[in-house]
């Protein structure tokens, strides 16, 4: 089942937690629409794509998102990547498990992003560094600026 880029309505200002899906990681970030800003949080560890949806339940819990934004892996041609679908069924799982909707954003470019953003911030300069949850904060910024242009032509 495709997953929705936006919601039909972007006038309310919300909150969110925005997953960058991985089978073995999975970064996780929460953000708000008032402030377009958001931070990571976590990096989750996942067995075959599958995390440990208790620890998943305490983060709902805690940050009390409105809507949850997983990035979906396509290619740089646009062209569907290789997790895609495993990425789709994953924000659909949230949804059942949860009832906050789900959305889903183009991660092909936020992983290299996140180690720009790392090596910058001087992240373990050294030795590589596992930045999943960086390229979830950086899914969650690009989603929630789009959120607010959108909000914008409803506002005009």
């Known amino acids: 089942m495709a997953i929705k880029n936006f919601p039909s309505n972007c006038s309310s200002q919300i909150s969110a937690i925005s997953f960058d899906y991985g089978t073995h990681r999975i970064g996780v970030a929460f953000g708000q629409s008032i402030s377009i800003t958001a931070r990571s949080i976590v990096i989750l560890k996942a067995k075959d794509g599958i995390p440990d949806w208790d620890i998943v339940r305490n983060l709902v819990e805690e940050w009390k998102p409105d809507v949850f934004v997983v990035g979906m892996p396509y290619n740089s041609d646009g062209t569907d990547g290789e997790l895609l679908p495993r990425a ?69």
């Open 88 to 156: 789709q069924k994953f924000a659909n799982r949230l949804y059942g498990r949860f009832g906050i909707p789900a959305f889903g954003m183009d991660e092909h470019l936020s992983s290299k992003a996140a180690i720009t953003r790392a090596s910058k911030q001087n992240i373990c300069p050294k030795k590589p560094v596992a930045i999943d949850d960086i390229a979830a904060q950086i899914i969650l910024e690009s989603w929630l600026e789009g959120y607010r242009e959108r909000s914008s032509k409803i506002l005009k």
